[in-house]
């Protein structure tokens, strides 16, 4: 289904993720029980930008694993005021389409991205408009 994470993810960004499964020997924490068709892990130095864009269609989580970021998001093409979010280590962050997002890495960071496209260059391009959004010069 193509629209299987509106009911749940449409209107959230910081998402509870579902209860861990632990034992003796450790635990493992659910992220993404959807159909989704790339993982991708990215790092970014400190003080960078990434993103500025919206998705189509498109739609992807994200889980700090180390550092954090501050995210800037809105609906695309309305005139609603930019919100801000900082996203930590153990969080996890949804994004879906038509949502202008930017990132603001304050720390060294990794994250975990799964998405529902592929993450080929071909099909990224025609999913993604890149946006003149959030920069130093118009940043809170």
């Known amino acids: 289904m193509s629209d299987e994470y509106k009911k749940e993810y449409l209107n959230a960004d910081i998402i509870n993720m579902k209860e861990k499964f632990g034992d003796d020997r450790g635990f493992i924490q659910p992220l993404c029980d959807l ?12 003080n960078q930008w990434r993103a500025n864009h919206y998705h189509k269609k498109d739609w992807h989580f ?11 998001y809105r ?8 919100k801000k979010k900082i996203v930590t280590k153990g969080e996890l ?3 879906g389409p038509m949502i202008d997002h930017a990132m603001l890495y304050t720390k060294e960071t990794e994250i975990l991205v799964v998405s529902k496209n592929p993450r080929d260059q071909k099909t990224y ?3 993604t408009v890149r946006i003149d ?8």
Do not use: C
């Open 133 to 140: 959004f959030m920069n130093d010069k118009n940043r809170f």
């Open 75 to 82: 609906k695309t093409n309305s005139n609603e005021e930019t």
């Open 35 to 46: 159909n989704m068709k790339s993982a991708s892990l990215i790092y970014t130095k400190e």
């Open 93 to 95: 962050l949804f994004t």
């Open 125 to 127: 391009e025609e999913d």
């Open 62 to 72: 994200i889980y700090v694993i180390k550092g954090e970021f501050e995210y800037y």
